[in-house]
């Protein structure tokens, strides 16, 4: 008679040529065979000497799934009793439960997990330089747990805040006191810091279009009314923001490389735009998400440096060139407006943790960011010429943009149907459609970010991506 949960009754069938990690089929397996049944309240899992055994796999991999089980209160650890499923039913979810997937449901991204082939938005998981990181942050840990025990500044420690000034000094050409400096979690909390200061509700503001959903939804929640603005070959098209909105008082922007197009903000559009701020005294918001890795010629200096800069609010983040995992960025704020974050700062937003803040200083004033983003630029060089050769060949007219390649779908054949399949078969593009405000004349294709494809993924990766193009 065969046990109730060995492998052949738990569905667990591994494929060694998948993208998709052992670790993360182990856990879709017996997270399905919960969800459906198979393991019933109470019941026993193998113990994980013995499934890791029958399965060919390490201990340690069938230890990570486990835990990833208990995480999502799917099992528990009944110590001598082993790991068992939990009373709770998940067969007959409510509709209120099953309504808990929807916020998300429309992002391609998988979350706290490994990133998948042609994930946008996060840099080479083999590259990070996990060894001296980890080195660095136990340093951190341990002078932070022999520091004070009082509150950190809520604008991020004094001393990181100087590193990132001459850091950006060197890398984007700004001159700024560290006083202006506000460290933050990422992106996401410096936008939230930076409307929740210019107190954006009920202002119009510019942004770019096709630009980017996350920061577009930002000035939604706050109750800006946006003002798409197309962008060409030169970036934003400021004369027909000018045109159409001359009354905005808000422009969110990507000039060091369009978000996703990749292009850079040519000096006249850049004169045009810092002229526009400065006679209406509006505000932009520079969303410098690469900073200098840029693959195509050198880097143009940031918006925030030179003349104009006094309108400028530079966002910066350390999630595209190190790792979205650390969870720190920063905001460089102008002088007239400092004392205003520092205000928004210290009562409702203040800086991240501080060992990782002491890591990251660390990181800066050893000079390794800097190395860091040179390899990096040689790596994903490399990487986008193999993807655009790989691409073109079953999607001609595929180009390079930024850190990826923007491949055109043929027909009208609508770019998200091709996402929802790609996403089934473990891949992660994105729909360029989903970047466009205005649906009525928004481009279908493909984004394919090359941060993750390595000789030893890309064809699996895009043979299947051809079979789905294939089959349309």
Same mark, same amino acid.
């Given at each position: 008679?065969?046990?109730?949960?060995?492998?052949?009754?738990?569905?667990?069938?591994? /494929?060694?040529?998948?993208?998709?990690?052992?670790? /993360?089929?182990?856990?879709?397996?017996?997270?399905?065979?919960?969800?459906?049944?198979?393991?019933?309240?109470?019941?026993?899992?193998?113990?994980?000497?013995?499934?890791?055994?029958?399965?060919?796999?390490?201990?340690?991999?069938?230890?990570?799934?486990?835990?990833?089980?208990?995480?999502?209160?799917?099992?528990?650890?009944?110590?001598?009793?082993?790991?068992?499923?939990?009373?709770?039913?998940?067969?007959?979810?409510?509709? /209120?439960?099953?309504?808990?997937?929807?916020?998300?449901?429309?992002?391609?991204?998988?979350?706290?997990?490994?990133?998948?082939?042609?994930?946008?938005?996060?840099?080479?998981?083999?590259?990070?330089?996990?060894?001296?990181?980890?080195?660095?942050?136990?340093?951190?840990?341990?002078?932070?747990?022999?520091?004070?025990?009082?509150?950190?500044?809520?604008?991020?420690?004094?001393?990181?805040?100087?590193?990132?000034?001459?850091?950006?000094?060197?890398?984007?050409?700004?001159?700024?006191?560290?006083? !202006?400096?506000?460290?933050?979690?990422?992106?996401?909390?410096?936008?939230?810091?930076?409307?929740?200061?210019?107190?954006?509700?009920?202002?119009?503001?510019w942004i770019e279009e096709p630009g980017y959903p996350l920061g577009r939804r930002a000035l939604e929640l706050f109750g800006v009314a946006l003002e798409p603005i197309l962008v060409d070959a030169e970036g934003l098209r400021v004369s027909d923001g000018i045109a159409r909105a001359p009354e905005a008082r808000l422009a969110l922007v990507t000039p060091g490389q369009h978000a996703p197009l990749g292009v850079t903000l040519s000096p006249a559009r850049r004169?045009?735009?810092?002229?526009?701020?400065?006679?209406?005294?509006?505000?932009?918001?520079?969303?410098?998400?690469?900073?200098?890795?840029?693959? /195509?010629?050198?880097?143009?200096?940031?918006?925030?440096?030179?003349?104009?800069?006094?309108?400028?609010?530079?966002?910066?983040?350390?999630?595209?060139?190190?790792?979205?995992?650390?969870?720190?960025?920063?905001?460089?704020?102008?002088?007239?407006?400092?004392?205003?974050?520092?205000?928004?700062?210290?009562?409702?937003?203040?800086?991240?943790?501080?060992?990782?803040?002491?890591?990251?200083?660390?990181?800066?004033?050893?000079?390794?960011?800097?190395?860091?983003?040179? !390899?990096?630029?040689?790596?994903?060089?490399?990487?986008?010429?193999?993807?655009?050769a790989h691409v073109s060949e079953f999607l001609p007219g595929s180009i390079a943009a930024g850190l990826g390649v923007i491949a055109p779908l043929p027909g009208l054949t609508n770019d998200r149907s091709f996402v929802a399949l790609a996403k089934a078969q473990g891949l992660a593009p994105s729909a360029l459609s989903d970047w466009y405000l205005d649906r009525t004349h928004a481009q279908h294709g493909l984004l394919l970010s090359v941060t993750n494809l390595?000789?030893?993924?890309?064809?699996?990766?895009?043979?299947?991506?051809?079979?789905?193009?294939?089959?349309?």
């Open positions: 008679m065969t046990a109730q949960n060995t492998p052949e009754v738990l569905s667990i069938q591994l /494929d060694g040529s998948s993208v998709v990690h052992i670790g /993360d089929q182990i856990h879709a397996s017996l997270r399905q065979a919960i969800m459906d049944g198979r393991l019933g309240a109470g019941q026993r899992l193998p113990s994980g000497r013995d499934l890791a055994r029958q399965l060919g796999v390490a201990r340690g991999t069938i230890r990570v799934a486990y835990d990833r089980l208990i995480a999502e209160n799917l099992v528990y650890g009944a110590g001598s009793a082993g790991t068992r499923v939990c009373a709770r039913q998940f067969t007959d979810r409510s509709d /209120d439960e099953s309504s808990f997937a929807g916020p998300l449901a429309g992002f391609t991204r998988p979350y706290s997990s490994a990133p998948q082939p042609f994930q946008m938005g996060v840099p080479a998981d083999d590259a990070f330089p996990a060894k001296l990181w980890a080195r660095m942050r136990a340093r951190a840990v341990r002078a932070d747990a022999n520091s004070y025990t009082t509150y950190s500044d809520p604008r991020g420690e004094p001393a990181l805040r100087t590193q990132i000034a001459s850091h950006l000094a060197v890398s984007r050409q700004m001159r700024c006191h560290p006083d !202006q400096i506000i460290v933050t979690s990422g992106y996401r909390q410096g936008m939230m810091v930076v409307l929740t200061a210019l107190c954006a509700h009920g202002r119009k503001a004169h045009a735009l810092l002229s526009w701020a400065t006679e209406r005294e509006a505000w932009i918001i520079e969303d410098d998400y690469l900073g200098e890795l840029q693959l /195509d010629g050198r880097a143009a200096q940031a918006l925030a440096a030179g003349e104009g800069a006094e309108r400028v609010i530079h966002v910066g983040s350390f999630s595209k060139t190190l790792s979205p995992a650390l969870g720190l960025g920063f905001v460089v704020a102008p002088l007239s407006l400092a004392e205003r974050f520092v205000e928004v700062c210290a009562a409702l937003s203040p800086a991240p943790n501080r060992s990782t803040q002491l890591t990251l200083l660390e990181f800066l004033a050893d000079g390794h960011l800097l190395r860091h983003l040179r !390899q990096m630029k040689d790596l994903y060089t490399e990487r986008r010429e193999l993807a655009l390595r000789h030893d993924n890309i064809d699996a990766a895009c043979t299947k991506l051809a079979n789905i193009v294939a089959a349309h």
